[in-house]
């Protein structure tokens, strides 16, 4: 990962880079993981904010204390968490509050007939609303029509 990174930043130095890791569950349980990743960016001298570790389970957050801590400990080192596939429902909206999330990416299904369930938007617009309050991100995965282009410009995502 440090090499790909090292890679990328040679051949696009004016473009900030910043490199995103999927992390499963089975990793996320792991109770060395944070000490690991720590370890590797401080030998390689790596800004651990060009990192960006994407959790696909976040509701296994506050169920697995093991997750949490890799998770803040991850977060207060200095890498960027995102919830992967984020789910627009009011059960994960609320969980976005009570954890150290920088970045939402809202999966693909969210903008299948989004324009036409009131109460998906209705949760986007609250989702929308609280990551501007919190200085958190919101990305959009999937968007592959015009239809969704405008969308999504519309929304500021």
Known sequence: MIKLREEMRAKHSEIPLILSLNLSTNQLINSNLANNLISIVTKHKA?????????SDI????????????????????????????????????????????????????????????????????LIEFAKD??????????ETPEHIEYVKQQSL
């Open 47 to 55: 800004k651990p904010s060009e990192f960006m570790l994407e959790i």
């Open 134 to 143: 919190n200085n958190k991100v919101i990305m959009a995965e999937g968007v």
């Open 59 to 126: 509701m296994m957050y506050e169920k697995i204390g093991v997750i949490k801590t890799n998770i803040f400990k991850l977060k207060d080192f200095g890498f960027k968490i995102a919830v992967d596939n984020f789910k627009l429902d009011g059960q994960t909206v609320q969980m976005i509050q009570r954890s150290p999330v920088d970045v939402i990416k809202l999966g693909r299904d969210f903008l299948k007939d989004i324009e036409h369930n009131f109460m998906k938007e209705k949760l986007l617009s609250i």
